[in-house]
């Protein structure tokens, strides 16, 4: 492939390849030469032109395939555009000989196609440049076109399409000779050139007047011939010509304007002209004879579906404002359509017409208008209603019968009604809460219109307004409950009208079927209303023959729509509910008989109804409330049901004795009948199989029935992926709704409520906008087949095959139509039983099943109706998964490769292909593995078989559905496949779509086949991946947009195997152009791809959308809605006009990937798209565009181009910009954009919070964007959203502004110190809150509101009490609202949403005082400030303004607090009920709780789940604050809330002491807390935990607290099993800090206990020892501790397990590991360093919880990982502080230490060997040891020091630990670093002093000598650091101490040594002056300590000075210097004479 990349055709390569690559070799040299053309230098070009056009003519003759002659015409055309032009007449004549040319045959017809590509190509490109040539060419082309065949015509009319757009007003002499010879193909017998022509004449209409002026109705008329008999494609191409050339001829184009004098055509002549297409159609000479059989002159369905298409064209063109302004005129006009008596012959024709109307109204006004106009629209529908509702009045009322023509109008009027009400219904339900102003605007009173309908006679009608209101209760659901209620009471009123009261039971169904749409549901009271009306309707049905029929179809419809409000409703009136339904069946077979003998037609048809019923709403009981099914109410609802089925074989006996017209009742009851089965489980019936299948068989075999009515559930039971061979993909067009019709199936989309009044209340189907049950008769046998494939499962061998024999039997007794009819049900039931079978995991049967089975499919592989083709290769793929045996189906193989080998007719190979792809699929590839080679070779024989093309796509299907389920091991028959792909891509006609759509799904198949080896660089996978990437393009290039659709899913599949090979820049443009495609699927396709390249590289797509918007500006042919917001704004103005689920959330998730990787970056770009999306309110008129205001300059040239306008009214300018304000669903995706913005940026970079900052990064960057800086627009942004319309984006703005609140309150504004940013934004904040309180504001709102109140008091920006007060007042009205108690408002909505506010309000309370109690706890701790004099009292004013008390905050929660803490308590309360276990639900108070009704227990628990944790935590504070509520419970006598003074406990509460409200509360409080933490689901916030843990520590400060938890020993264990179990689960470090704070009160609390304890004892027993009272303490006398019962046990437990956490070198398990590498100890963080010193002081204080034998339990743990904390922590720091930790471990070891153990008698031995071993351990652990060189030595030797003065009457005389200890103080004494020496000297000092001589005398001995040394040594290297003058002067504090503890006789000698050294420190006069300040440092301290010394001993320093002169006079000198005025008193002292002359040092002797 690379050689073909040369500007001139490789020819010498070409010669050598084979011929087979030939074609692609050229096509892949003509994809370069168009890259490489436009690109390449024009000299270039030039040079070699001549050789290029020669190469490029020759290549015209070489029949190359349609892709290829597409390039080729173009290249040409772009050569001589660039390049020379001289011979482009030469090759254009060239071109014109070839099509003049007589050889017609095949060989020859490339040629000819590819010549007449070039002429259109070389007019298109040059235009008015190729002068007068055109006239010949014109008449040579259309010559070409009278001869040619099917494919020569399609092209020449894309030539002629091409030259005209070219030629613009040039070519007029010629546009009647072509209209002419294009028009009457417009009827030709192919498809393809249909739309060929019709894209030729609406390329024509441009410039052509004549079209639209003299021969509009002429057009008109051949379009509606054209639509006869059409396909999908040739429907939606002359829609569009029609549709244009209508909206043309109303509104002329500017320029044909200007030329000739037009008369316009007015809107009604042109309205008028389409209605003749939809009501009589093309109707002339062309019909066929079949149709005029069908039912005489009623219109072709295809003429209305297309016409229908046409207007929606229409009225796009015409626009948005178009529309707008003509709407009344438009609604009237297509509301006449459907009141035409031809457009509704029969009930199925009126639906279809139905259909056809609100689609156009749906596409029209759904799609242009804004909000605002869409507003408009609907006052003009109810207007419309309220007009044809009073002439049925009239007429209805008209008694003396005059008006006998009203009749019709009234039946007529009924679907204007249909048609109108739907579409004001979805009007309302899109705009969602926007449409409040519709609603309320009393002078529109839409509601009292909609309702006024429910009156009318057609049911239908009535229906439809039912179904409106349910529209308008779901968008607006505070509309609800009021409706529900008007309709109860007009039901009550008007009892006696048959109308009111079908009308309005229906109304009342349907709302209550919309309450599941509505979260905040209705009071529980509405199911008891409703049930009362129900029970009243049904028992008075009897009462009155005249309304008998509509009471009890009333009664039951509300009962059914009663069971779908769900379990918690309907479980109160199930008893009722179950008697209700064994009285409408008689009781026994006897009853049964005995009913048969009775009663009239009128009865019958009454009880028919009534069982229907009752069996409807039981269905509806069973789908809905699942989890009341329990087998007991099964059983009892069998009851009914089996009497049902038993009275089902009495029916045709009663319908012959009464007359047929009950078969329609009877046929209800069936359907009923099978719809409740199927849901049961078959167990429950199997008794009555036999009779059941016997009518199932019936019922889908056309038994009794003479109609030849087809199941609708066969598509939906094939596979999705055969939607090729059935044509189903139309149910993924636009024109979905109304294309339905067309399908070949009975009634086939003819779905409307009429047909089943109980869908108004079931769920809507996904992607349907209105539930459309299909008429009866269909809708039972779809029924029975659903159920057969349920039963079959289930049934006996036997049965089976009779079954599968029978149905074989049936198929050949039928002929004809029927026999097609017959088959199809079923196939259908045979399918829907396999699926069954394989659901179930069971077999089919033994070997004589299969046979009939077999044979009953086989015969339908070769049936001429493809539908039952796809079905019986689906079936038997189905039963090979099902049989699942080798043999098998080797057998069913084999046998189609033998009729594939042998058979000539397409019929079976069609069938037989599939049959093979259907094997494959359904074994997968290991199954069908050894047929593999067969199958793929029959099927590549097949697809190239050109003489058909439906073999070619049958065949091509199923080799796609092959490689698919193969996987790998097809890879070694890739390179055929994709070769045979490649071939047939370039050869076959693109007319036929089907075949280029299957070789799309076999590429992609064969891509994923070989998936990741794409990226290879192998020879063989570069020419794969290069083949593939060649067949993509050329689909890329195909017209049609499904074959397009599948080129992208294909380049979809290449970038995600291979992204380096798909080339972008050429893929994005190509993707942008297809969003605006006409044809959903394409845009499904484009946006899917964008989301996979949005993943990963979102940069480069909106890059290269970006330049193709460059490059659409500068030429006019690509039309492109991208502006200045890029591809996102693209985007978003998609999610406007989307209305497919798929698509939309597509787009959802695109936009969040490139937010993602982009919105940081490009921040502002980012803020602005979702700001201008969120600043279109609904108060823009309808179709605004959201452009940013421009400038006043323009309004001039607005002048100018409104005069403009007035003419063309369709400027090119209304194309590029979005034509509609974004919708609130728009909005609402902005606003959460908005969240996701902040959250990136919060985790992209902390400077997007710091105003500072980014202040300083702007002006270093000003390209630099930081989110700071947008702060004023994001609180704008939230401001919009919050005060909106719409709820759900009112919702979405308070989230937004609740986060901005969060991330930006502690943002301080640095001009203004001790301020926050936030601050200059509170009124806005207020104002967005305020509206939230409102009282007509749904309660999710509220509550939202109440949770960014909270957030926002609670952030501490405001610090002002006034600025405070605002937002403050709103959550004290909401207080005063939640103390009204239950039932004081009127509700609109259900008791939880009540609980939920109430809940809100409390949880913010909570909120908000637990932060004042913070603020309040901070202020105390810090010091206060002192008073401030009177003097500076000017600035008084300035400061007192924001200094606040510092308790400020707690002064407005402190008035609120006795109520809000009495709720708190009562919530608490509740929600400790709540939380118990099902098995507990007996306790639970009957009437609820405070907060909660018992209805609606289940969604409350949800509401409480949400905010038990903050109001814990507040309960908490508040109780501990006040002593446990000492101070209320004097006001406050009982503690119940008031106001449920009916709870038992109120009579008692009086009299209960304070202790007992203590247990209680702490038993509440306790209680909720261990629930929680006992297993907090993994998605509880952490923050509850966290508020859980802060609750309990709070409550057990308070001392009441500590005393229930320590008299309570069990619960103080479960409290700490519990916490163990949190710290397994949840890693937060702030978690286990707060757990060890848990911890450490739960240990104080029994430790004050057994103080207590000890107290009282002590005063009875008088005082004896301290550990008598050994029963208190753990371990008793023997030393247990029982795990479960001991508190210390469980305190150890959970310690060690924090321990090893943090320091996993603490286990000894981990160090006998063989894996185990010894870590150097590291710096714990600063989290976990604090964790673990707590950790170690609770340990530490647990022995003083033990007896004295239960100490020796725990104390060699307890030491053992004290002292191994000590070894892990104790690492030097910079700043040489002890780590924590390590101060911690030593605290812990002094504590143990010096405890009272060591007194007690018994344990004497253990307790020594203890201290001695422990000591041992930290000499071992301080070993200098170069693995640990950051060893602090000053930790370890005070932990030995610590034993050594601690413990030393257990140390004296152990030689082996004196002599270690020895060692480590002479290591730090010899140590390097002063710092270790002071410590060192500090410590020996303590260890010489210590009182026990004993230990001290060897220490002294060992060590002082070495003092002496180092001391004396300093004289040499005076200290450089004040560190080091520390350690000097520490050493001779300690030899002071020394001197003064020696004895008198002694002291000389001790003198002798000190005094020399210090007199060594001096220095002589003269170097004072020149020495650093430290030596000075030493001179001064040596100097005083002398002067010291002296006068304390002075005799003793007499002789040590006397002995040595040189001593004397530098001390001499030295004082001297010192004190120059004391000289005298000076010498006088030191002329004593000196006794002793020679000091000599003796320390053997003792001194003490």
Same mark, same amino acid.
């Given at each position: ?201 609406? !390329? ?86 079949? !149709? ?32 707008? +302004? ?159 209620? @008007? ?80 379990? %918690? ?66 059983? +009892? ?297 067969? %199958? ?38 890739? !390179? ?164 497919? +689920? ?45 452009? &940013? ?331 501990? %604050? ?28 009086? &009299? ?156 000894? @398990? ?90 007690? !008698? ?114 040499? %290297? ?131």
């Amino acid at each position: 492939m690379e050689l073909a990349h040369s500007l001139l055709l490789n020819e010498d390569a070409l010669a050598q390849i084979t011929e087979a690559k030939r074609p692609v070799f050229v096509f892949e040299w003509l994809r370069f030469l168009d890259k490489v053309l436009v690109a390449a230098n024009k000299v270039d070009v030039k040079e070699k032109q001549k050789k290029l056009v020669e190469q490029l003519t020759g290549l015209i003759s070489s029949a190359p395939g349609p892709p290829t002659r597409k390039l080729l015409a173009k290249n040409l055309a772009t050569l001589y555009s660039i390049g020379d032009t001289f011979t482009v007449f030469q090759t254009l004549d060239k071109c014109n000989d070839i099509i003049k040319s007589k050889d017609d045959t095949p060989a020859y017809l490339p040629t000819k196609l590819a010549a007449v590509a070039c002429v259109g190509a070389f007019y298109e490109k040059m235009g008015r440049m190729l002068g007068s040539s055109f006239p010949d060419t014109i008449n040579n082309l259309l010559k070409a076109l009278k001869s040619a065949e099917s494919q020569g015509r399609g092209e020449i009319l894309l030539s002629l399409q091409k030259v005209l757009g070219g030629l613009g007003g040039a070519a007029a002499s010629c546009h009647r000779d072509i209209y002419k010879n294009a028009r009457s193909l417009l009827t030709d017998r192919s498809m393809a050139v249909r739309c060929a022509v019709a894209k030729c004449l609406l !390329e024509l209409q441009n410039e052509a007047v004549f079209m639209w002026t003299t021969e509009l109705e002429n057009m008109a008329t051949m379009c509606f011939k054209a639509l006869e008999g059409s396909n999908y494609g040739v429907r939606v191409a002359v829609a569009k010509l029609l549709g244009t050339v209508m909206a043309t001829a109303l509104m002329p184009k500017q320029a044909a304007v200007m030329r000739q004098n037009v008369k316009r055509a007015s809107l009604e002549e042109v309205l008028e002209l389409m209605a003749t297409g939809f009501l009589r159609g093309g109707s002339g000479f062309l019909k066929s004879g079949g !149709e005029m059989l069908k039912g005489g002159g009623s219109v072709s369905r295809e003429v209305r579906v297309g016409v229908t298409q046409a207007y929606v064209v229409f009225v796009t063109t015409l626009g948005g404002q178009w529309l707008e +302004r003509n709407f009344a005129t438009f609604l009237s006009h297509v509301l006449d359509l459907v009141s035409h008596p031809r457009a509704t012959q029969t009930h199925v024709e009126a639906v279809y017409s139905r259909r056809c109307v609100s689609f156009m109204l749906r596409a029209t006004l759904g799609g242009l208008l804004g909000e605002k106009a869409q507003i408009a629209a609907g006052k003009e529908i109810c207007q419309a209603i309220g007009k044809q509702m009073r002439a049925v009045e009239a007429v209805v009322n008209d008694i003396s019968g005059e008006n006998k023509a009203g009749a019709a109008d009234v039946s007529a009027s009924q679907h204007v009604m249909v048609c109108a009400l739907k579409e004001l219904g979805s009007l309302v339900q899109s705009l969602s809460a926007t449409a409040s102003p519709l609603i309320q605007e009393p002078s529109i009173g839409l509601l009292e219109t909609v309702t006024s309908v429910l009156l009318h006679p057609s049911m239908a009608a009535r229906l439809a307004a039912a179904w409106c209101l349910r529209c308008v209760a779901v968008a607006l659901p505070y509309q609800l409950t009021p409706l529900l209620d @008007r309709c109860a009471e007009r039901i009550n009123n008007l009892k006696s009208s048959p109308e009111a009261v079908s009308g309005y039971s229906f109304a009342m169904a349907a709302l209550l079927g919309g309450v599941h749409q509505c979260p905040l549901g209705i009071p529980h009271s509405k199911g008891k209303l409703v049930v009362s009306i129900a029970e009243d309707l049904l028992r008075t049905a009897a009462q009155n023959s005249r309304l008998s029929l509509q009471r009890t179809q009333a009664g039951w419809l509300l009962l059914g729509s009663l069971m779908t409000l769900g379990p %918690s409703l309907v479980r109160y009136h199930l008893p009722k509910m179950l008697l209700l339904w064994r009285n409408v069946f008689p009781r026994s077979q006897k009853e049964l008989e005995a009913e048969k003998a009775r009663g009239d037609a009128f009865t019958w048809q009454v009880t028919l109804e009534g069982r229907a019923g009752a069996l409807c709403a039981m269905r509806s009981f069973v789908a809905h409330c699942p989890e009341l099914l329990t087998e007991d109410i099964i059983r +009892r609802l069998m009851t009914p049901i089996e009497c049902a089925m038993t009275m089902m074989s009495h029916v045709p006996a009663i319908i012959k004795v009464h007359g047929a017209h009950l078969k329609a009742s009877a046929a209800m009851v069936r359907l009923r009948l099978y719809d409740i089965l199927a849901l049961l489980p078959p167990k429950t019936y199997e008794g009555s199989f036999n009779a059941l299948l016997r009518e199932l068989v019936a019922e889908f075999t056309l038994t009794d029935n003479s109609a030849n009515t087809t199941t609708s559930l066969l598509r939906s039971l094939c596979h999705y992926d055969d939607s090729v061979l059935m044509g189903s993909w139309l149910q993924e067009t636009d024109h979905k709704s109304i294309e339905d019709q067309l399908q070949p199936n009975s009634a086939s989309g003819s779905g409307a409520l009429e047909h089943d009044p109980s869908s108004i209340y079931l769920r809507v189907p996904v992607g349907e906008a209105i539930p459309g049950p299909l008429p009866l008769g269909v809708s039972v046998i779809d029924a029975s087949v659903a159920l057969f494939g349920v039963v079959f499962p289930h049934v006996s061998f036997k049965h089976r095959l009779q079954m599968l024999d029978h149905f074989a039997e049936c198929v050949k007794q039928a002929k004809g139509v029927r026999q097609q009819a017959v088959q199809l049900n079923i196939f259908t039931a045979v399918l829907s039983a396999l699926k069954g079978l394989a659901e179930n995991k069971s077999t089919l049967g033994p070997e004589e099943v299969r046979k009939s089975a077999l044979a009953l499919v086989m015969g339908a592989l070769d049936n001429p109706n493809p539908i039952l083709r796809c079905a019986a290769g689906e079936a038997l793929g189905r039963m090979a998964q099902v049989v699942g045996e080798a043999t098998f189906i080797a057998r069913m193989a084999q046998t189609s490769f033998d009729k594939l080998k042998s058979a000539r007719d397409v019929v079976s190979r069609t069938g037989h292909s599939l049959a093979l792809g259907c094997l494959h699929r359904y074994v997968g590839g290991i199954g069908s593995g050894q047929h593999l080679k067969t %199958s793929v070779s029959i099927l590549l024989a097949l697809a190239q078989d050109g003489s058909s093309h439906e073999v070619q796509t049958w065949a091509l299907h199923s080799l796609a559905l092959i490689v698919d389920s193969s996987g790998p091991m097809y890879r070694g028959y890739v !390179e055929p496949t994709l070769s045979l792909v490649l071939t047939l891509l370039l050869t076959v006609p693109p007319s036929h779509t089907e075949v280029h759509q299957c070789l799309g799904r076999c590429l992609g198949a064969l891509i994923t086949t070989v998936g990741p080896e794409l990226q290879g660089n192998g020879a063989t996978i570069s020419t794969i991946r290069s083949s593939c990437l060649v067949g993509c393009a050329i689909m890329q290039d195909h017209s049609d947009s499904l074959v397009q659709a599948a080129a992208i899913s294909c380049l979809q599949q290449l970038h995600m195997f291979a992204p380096r090979h798909v080339n972008l820049s050429s893929l994005v443009p190509c993707l942008c152009v297809h969003l605006c495609s006409s044809h959903l699927l394409l845009r499904r396709a484009a946006v899917a791809c964008l989301r996979q390249l949005a993943q990963r590289e979102a940069a480069e797509v909106c890059a290269y959308a970006m330049s193709l918007a460059k490059r659409a500006g500068d030429s006019t042919s690509i039309k492109l809605n991208i502006t200045e917001t890029g591809l996102e704004g693209v985007l978003f103005g998609m999610l406007d006009r989307e209305t497919d +689920r798929k698509l939309c959330s597509d787009i959802h998730d695109t936009l969040g990937h490139m937010l993602s990787s982009l919105a940081v970056e490009k921040l502002s770009h980012w803020l602005k798209l979702c700001k201008d999306v969120l600043a279109a309110t609904t108060d823009v008129g309808g179709a605004v565009t959201f452009e &940013v205001e421009k400038d006043e300059e323009d309004s001039e040239k607005k002048d100018e181009m409104d005069d403009d306008t007035m003419f063309t009214g369709l400027g090119e300018d209304d194309k590029s910009k979005p034509s509609v304000a974004p919708r609130w669903v728009t909005r609402v995706f902005a606003a959460d954009c908005l969240c996701r913005i902040i959250l990136l940026c919060e985790n992209a970079d902390k400077a997007h919070f710091d105003l500072a900052t980014a202040r300083s990064a702007k002006a270093k960057n000003p390209k630099g964007d930081l989110l700071v800086l947008h702060l004023s627009d994001l609180i704008r942004m939230a401001f919009m959203a919050a005060t909106d319309h719409s709820n759900q984006l009112r919702m979405a703005g308070l989230q937004a502004l609740e986060d901005i609140i969060k991330k930006f309150a502690s943002v301080p504004e640095p001009e203004f110190p001790g301020h926050v940013i936030l601050e200059q934004y509170q009124a806005n904040v207020g104002a967005a809150l305020r509206p939230a309180f409102s009282p007509d504001t749904p309660s999710d709102i509220t509550a939202k509101a109440c949770q960014v109140c909270s957030t926002w008091i609670g952030s501490g920006v405001v610090s002002d009490l006034n600025d405070l007060r605002r937002v403050h007042n709103l959550l004290v009205s909401s207080l005063d609202k939640v103390q009204a108690g239950k039932g004081s408002s009127s509700q609109l909505y259900s008791e939880s949403a009540t609980t939920m506010e109430k809940l809100a309000v409390l949880k913010a309370w909570a909120e908000v005082y637990v932060v004042a109690m913070k603020v309040k706890k901070e202020a105390e701790s810090k010091p206060a400030k002192p008073v401030r004099s009177v003097d500076d009292d000017e600035d008084e004013e300035d400061v007192g303004t924001d200094v606040l008390p510092p308790d400020s905050l707690i002064t407005l929660v402190q008035p609120e607090l006795p109520s809000l803490s009495r709720l708190w308590l009562a919530m608490l309360r509740d929600y400790a009920l709540l939380t118990l276990p099902a098995e507990f639900s007996s306790q639970l108070p009957p009437d609820g709780g405070a907060f909660y009704t018992p209805e609606t227990i289940d969604t409350a628990r949800i509401h409480y789940r949400g905010s038990w944790a903050p109001v814990l935590h507040a309960v908490a504070l508040w109780l501990s %604050s006040t002593g446990f509520g000492v101070d209320e419970e004097k006001e406050e006598v009982s503690s119940v809330p008031s106001k449920s003074p009916a709870l038992p406990q109120g009579a008692l509460s009086s &009299v209960k002491t304070f202790e007992e409200i203590v247990k209680d509360r702490m038993h509440l409080m306790l209680g909720v807390s261990i629930e929680f933490l006992c297993f907090p689901r993994p998605e509880e916030p952490i923050e509850h935990v966290m508020s859980c843990l802060q609750a309990l520590y709070t409550l057990l400060e308070c001392h009441c607290a500590k005393t229930h938890i320590a008299e309570d020993q069990l619960l103080a264990v479960e409290l700490l099993n519990v916490l163990h179990r949190l710290l397994l689960t949840r890693d937060p470090p702030a978690v286990q800090l707060q757990v060890s704070a848990v911890v450490q009160e739960t240990i104080r609390a029994a430790q004050d206990h057994l103080q207590l304890q000890k107290m009282s004892n002590g005063k009875e027993e008088g005082g004896e020892k301290d550990f008598q009272p050994g029963s208190l303490r753990e371990g008793g006398d023997t030393g247990e501790l029982v795990p479960g019962k001991s508190l210390v046990f469980a305190a150890m437990e959970l310690l060690v397990f924090i321990l090893v956490r943090h320091l996993p070198q603490l286990n000894t @398990r981990v160090k006998e590991s063989p894996s185990h590498v010894p870590l150097r100890p590291q710096r714990l963080p600063e989290e976990s360093a604090r964790l673990v010193a707590n950790t170690v002081s609770i340990l530490a204080e647990l022995p003083s919880l033990c007896s004295p034998a239960g100490s020796m339990t725990i104390l060699p743990t307890a030491l053992y990982l004290i002292t191994g904390v000590l070894r892990e922590t104790a690492l030097k720091t910079s700043d040489n502080l002890v780590p924590l930790p390590a101060s911690a471990a030593l605290q812990g070891i002094k504590t143990i230490i010096t405890s009272p153990l060591a007194r007690v !008698e018994g344990i004497q031995t253990q307790w020594s060997s203890l201290v001695r071993s422990s000591l041992a351990s930290v000499l071992e652990y301080s070993q200098p040891d170069e693995s640990r060189p950051d060893m602090d030595e000053v930790s370890m030797l005070t932990a030995i020091t610590l034993f050594l003065l601690s413990a030393s009457s257990e140390l004296v005389g152990v030689t082996v630990l004196q002599k270690g200890c020895m060692d480590r103080f002479r290591n730090a004494l010899n140590s390097s670093d002063p710092v270790v020496q002071t410590r060192c000297y500090q410590l020996l000092l303590s260890v010489f002093q210590h009182s026990n001589r004993a230990l001290s005398t060897p220490y002294i001995h060992a060590l002082a000598p070495l003092m002496v040394e180092k001391l004396k040594a300093v004289e040499r %290297s005076r200290p450089g650091t004040a560190a080091e003058l520390q350690a000097v002067q520490e050493g001779i504090r300690v030899l002071e101490n020394l001197v003064g503890m020696g004895e008198e006789q002694n002291r000389v000698q001790l003198l002798a040594l000190l005094v020399p050294t210090l007199i060594s420190y001096l220095l002589d006069e003269n170097a004072i002056s020149s020495a650093p300040q430290v030596s000075k440092g030493l001179h001064d301290f040596a100097l005083q300590n002398l002067m010291r010394i002296g006068p304390l001993y002075p005799a003793a320093f007499k002789i040590v000075i006397g002995a040595a002169p040189e001593l004397k006079t530098r001390l001499e000198s030295a004082v001297r210097a010192n004190q120059a005025s004391s000289k005298a008193k000076a010498a006088a002292r030191q002329a004593q004479p000196a006794a002793q002359t020679a000091p000599t040092i003796k320390l053997k002797t003792s001194f003490f």
